[in-house]
């Protein structure tokens, strides 16, 4: 303990930087220097308290202690007699303290009004608010996104709804008030199939990224993507009832942005696949893993698209090892507190 006492404080900053947050909170009760430097504001601009099973004392803790310096915000877990909830009090602290937060993710949480409660609704969100995720997590998209036109509020571009079994096709027409809205994450939506895909796309056309993997569309999805989304940039159909005639629709519309394709566990073909790679030039990034191809099947993707990765396994780091989808929001997470990290 001596020796970890007596080293530098930028030695100490990144070793604290390499902890899990509630490691990082038990280090801070060790001595009044540590306490200090778990306190920078370096080590709290991506705060994820998932390593945590909060109750509602440590939930309000936390947040009291939020500040300025909190980009990022991941919390899960959240328990009261053993019902996730989400106080609109807690929502407005949150605000309160980070206003310059960028990203809130809430899983596993119950987000609706309740008895004595107000409603909470994305103006109650911070203002700078980019990305918004609620997965497993309980909520009425009506009355949450009632208030968008307000030029005060957050202008989301990112919004991730995955396993939420309270969306249906009747919600997305509420979604397509997010008119800044860039990316939109679907994934174990049971209740989301073409119908719902198609008021969405068909009133929105800024999406660059459609996550429906694991919902029940199919080959009619893409021939409304192909017509609606020209900057589409990424488009994740894994474990769908995609066939190689959706491809071919696809393959239809040429897109210049479109770099990532997941193809895992649907009945796409060679034959789909190879006539899709014919007409996306631009793709860099395909993953078919669990579907029916060949080794050989892979090289033949490759030798028309030399730039391109093509993934037959399980990629995702931070799904776990049950997951059956391959969890691409917390990809993007992932790879966004990386870079939080190194700097």
């Known amino acids: ?69 909190v980009h990022h915000l991941y919390i899960c877990g959240l328990v009261l007699n053993e019902v996730p909830f989400l106080t609109p009090g807690l929502i407005a602290e949150i605000s309160r303290n980070s206003p310059d937060l960028q990203t809130l993710v809430i899983e596993g949480a119950f987000v609706a009004k309740q008895i004595n409660w107000t409603d ?6 911070p203002p700078k608010l980019a990305t918004l ?6 909520f009425h998209a009506d009355q949450l996104f009632c208030c968008t036109d307000s030029p005060s509020g957050p202008q989301l571009k990112c919004l991730d709804v995955s396993h939420c079994w309270c969306i249906s096709d009747h919600d997305m027409p509420f979604f397509t008030k997010l008119s800044n809205l860039q990316e939109l994450y679907l994934e174990s939506c049971d209740y989301i199939s073409d119908d719902g895909v198609f008021m969405f796309v068909s009133r929105s056309e800024t999406l660059t990224v459609i996550d429906v993997e694991g919902t029940n569309i199919s ?50 073909t060679i034959t789909g696949i190879k006539y899709l790679c014919e007409s996306q030039k631009t793709l860099k ?49 992932f790879q966004l507190m990386q870079t939080s990290t190194i700097t």
Request: a positive charge; glycine letters at 2%; proline letters at 3%.
């Open 219 to 268: 080959d009619d999805t893409l021939h409304i993507i192909s017509e609606r989304c020209p900057k589409l940039q990424k488009l994740f159909l894994g474990k769908t009832w995609v066939t190689d005639r959706g491809i071919m629709s696809l393959s239809e519309k040429v897109f210049p942005s479109l770099e990532m394709l997941c193809l895992s566990k649907t009945m796409v």
């Open 1 to 69: 303990m001596e020796i970890a006492q007596n080293l530098p404080e930028v030695v100490l900053l990144k070793i604290f930087r390499l902890l899990q947050f509630g490691d990082l909170c038990r280090a801070g009760r060790v001595c009044k220097l540590w306490y200090q430097l778990t306190r920078s504001k370096t080590l709290w601009r991506f705060v994820d308290a998932t390593d945590i099973k909060l109750t509602t004392q440590q939930l309000a803790k936390l947040v009291s202690r939020l500040t300025t310096a």
């Open 120 to 125: 909470i609704t994305i103006q109650d969100l």
């Open 285 to 333: 990034w395909l993953k078919i893993s669990e579907s029916k191809l060949l080794l050989q099947d892979v090289q033949d993707i490759m030798s028309v698209l030399p730039l391109c990765k093509v993934y037959r396994k399980q990629v995702t780091r931070l799904s776990p090892p049950e997951s059956d989808i391959c969890e691409h929001f917390l990809e993007k997470m």
């Open 133 to 138: 995720s609620l997965r497993r997590s309980f």
